[in-house]
T-cell receptor
Framework: GEDVEQSLFLSVREGDSSVINCTYT??????LYWYKQEPGAGLQLLTY?????DMKQDQRLTVLLNKKDKHLSLRIADTQTGDSAIYFC????????????FGTGTQLKVEL | ETGVTQSPTHLIKTRGQQVTLRCSSQ?????VSWYQQALGQGPQFIFQ???????GRGNFPPRFSGLQFPNYSSELNVNALELDDSALYLC???????????????FGPGTRLTVL
């Protein structure tokens, strides 16, 4: 079956690094995504990683994938107050349309 | 700015009523997916349309139905509304890659539906 889990809350100080973790159960996942949702807004795609990769870096964002343990993480370097939001990881599988299965979201709070 | 728009922004209905939510995708995006996001939860996949045909459905009853039109707009219809249907409804559009697994989904801002 498909299940994606995330911790609910993370608090960091401005300038520190944030690490948001996610575990998934579907071994047939082909792509894994990180989305950001600000209050009252839709989902903004931050980055994604193909399942045969173990790391992807995009400016302040680093995604690490441990396929053996089905563990995904998002590291945000030099976290800013504008990074405060809810972060969702999501997995997709091939075939039958690109259905995304989302985690419950991690609320990141950045304090001064 | 994803180029995906949804209307209305907010909507209040009563139990038993029917509702139609609308989504306008980016030009050329022939796949649209709808998600339901209950308060404090992650989005749940409702269904996807590709070239005006349903192409995958999540665990939602038949009273949730959809339409996709040639002009890249789409609708989500919900009949016999229940209190638990209160949620943020998101549409996402994309251009499918090979085997539908490489496309990036661009989300609209959502419609907040409240059922009283």
């Amino acid at each position: 079956g498909e299940d994606v889990e995330q911790s609910l809350f993370l608090s960091v100080r401005e300038g520190d690094s944030s690490v948001i973790n996610c575990t998934y159960t579907d071994s047939s996942s082909t792509y894994l995504y990180w989305y950001k949702q600000e209050p009252g807004a839709g989902l903004q795609l931050l980055t994604y990683i193909f399942s045969n990769m173990d790391m992807k870096q995009d400016q302040r964002l680093t995604v690490l994938l441990n396929k053996k343990d089905k563990h995904l993480s998002l590291r945000i370097a030099d976290t800013q107050t504008g990074d405060s939001a809810i972060y969702f990881c999501a997995e997709s599988t091939s075939g039958g349309g690109n259905k995304l299965t989302f985690g419950t979201g991690t609320q990141l709070k950045v304090e001064l | 700015e994803t180029g995906v728009t949804q209307s209305p922004t907010h909507l209040i209905k009563t139990r038993g009523q029917q509702v139609t939510l609308r989504c306008s995708s980016q030009s050329g995006h022939n796949t649209v997916s709808w998600y339901q996001q209950a308060l404090g939860q992650g989005p749940q996949f409702i269904f996807q349309y590709y070239r005006e045909e349903e192409n995958g459905r999540g665990n939602f009853p038949p009273r949730f139905s959809g339409l996709q039109f040639p002009n890249y707009s789409s609708e989500l219809n919900v009949n016999a509304l229940e209190l638990d249907d209160s949620a943020l409804y998101l549409c996402a559009s994309s251009v499918p890659g090979q085997y539908f697994s490489t496309d990036t989904q661009y989300f609209g801002p959502g419609t907040r539906l409240t059922v009283l």
